[in-house]
């Protein structure tokens, strides 16, 4: 009998990935307060890259299997998860162009995240 597919390790998965953003991005502006590293744009889409394949890889290493699933799922959630709270604080709309990229990353970070995941579990 095949698995069900879980929302529930999918919301897991775009929670990890919000908290792991958050502590990456505090990392990250101590050591832009702190030293004279310019900051650059490629940095946050590392940060964002990384919170979404650590994520995905997580969900799909506690399913098993379905990793690229799960994976896309948590990219996609975790987009729509950041474009609803710059919704609710932001007063200008989203850069739809930034958007794209941000969905690319996330897409391909989470899918490859969760595919690798699922492999470790076996």
Do not use: D, N
Not at 16 to 30: D, G, T
Not at 68 to 84: K, M, R, S, T
Not at 99 to 120: N, T, Y
């Amino acid at each position: 009998m095949p698995k069900s597919f879980k929302f529930s390790l999918v919301l897991k998965g775009i929670l990890i990935s919000a908290l792991f953003a958050l502590v990456l991005s505090l990392l990250f502006s101590l050591i832009l307060a702190f030293t004279k590293i310019p900051e650059s744009g490629l940095s946050f889409h590392f940060i964002f890259g990384i919170s979404v394949f650590f994520g995905a890889a997580l969900t799909s290493y506690q399913e098993g299997s379905k990793g690229l699933y799960y994976g896309l799922a948590v990219g996609l959630g975790f987009v729509i998860f950041l474009l609803l709270i710059s919704a609710i604080l932001a007063s200008s709309s989203p850069v739809w162009l930034g958007l794209a990229e941000k969905s690319i990353i996330s897409l391909i970070c989470g899918a490859v995240g969760g595919i690798i995941g699922a492999i470790l579990k076996r």
